[in-house]
């Protein structure tokens, strides 16, 4: 088993279940020195989709699951990875028990543009059913984005 950092749509529970279903939430954390960002926007839902990207002076609210091989292949084909529209890299996440070097997934693609206001609704719903802090989650509502007219 791997330790994976979920951020976005990964963060809420439900869904990891759904994908994941013989992994279990080790712990939540934060990735210091990263920054919650959108990019590719002509690959996503209207809109731009979520990524990380280096930053010094940010952080991200993560859930560390204990990823099992069966459920990494079947995460790598959700995520596209598999056909390279995220990549996985290694980050280090700070929780109350430490440090712990963890994999994720980051967008292979241009940083920039907007979400869709549907898309960024289901960001912070996760990180709501996933116990962020009540203001990184009013933080990800207030985000840009665009309307799709739905």
């Known amino acids: 088993m791997t330790l994976y950092a979920a951020y976005g749509t990964n963060l809420d529970p439900a869904r990891m279940g759904e994908r994941c279903p013989h992994s279990p939430l080790s712990t939540t954390g934060w990735l210091s020195g990263w920054r919650l960002t959108f990019g590719g926007e002509e690959h996503g839902w209207d809109g731009a989709l979520a990524t990380i990207v280096q930053d010094p002076f940010d952080q ?16 790598d ?23 712990q070097v963890v994999w994720t997934y980051v967008l292979d693609a241009y940083e920039g ?3 869709s206001a549907s898309y960024l609704g289901v960001l912070a719903d996760a990180a709501e059913a996933s116990s962020a802090p009540a203001d990184y989650v009013a933080a990800l509502r207030r985000r840009p984005c665009r309307s799709t007219g739905l």
Do not use: H, I, N
Not at 67 to 74: F, I, K, R, Y
Not at 79 to 92: F, Q
């Open 113 to 115: 543009g907007l979400p």
């Open 60 to 75: 991200v609210y993560v859930a560390v699951y204990d990823v099992t091989p069966e459920d990494e292949a079947q995460l």
């Open 77 to 99: 084909t959700w995520e596209s990875a598999d056909s390279g529209l995220y990549r996985k890299t290694k980050v280090r996440v700070s929780s109350l028990s430490g440090e």
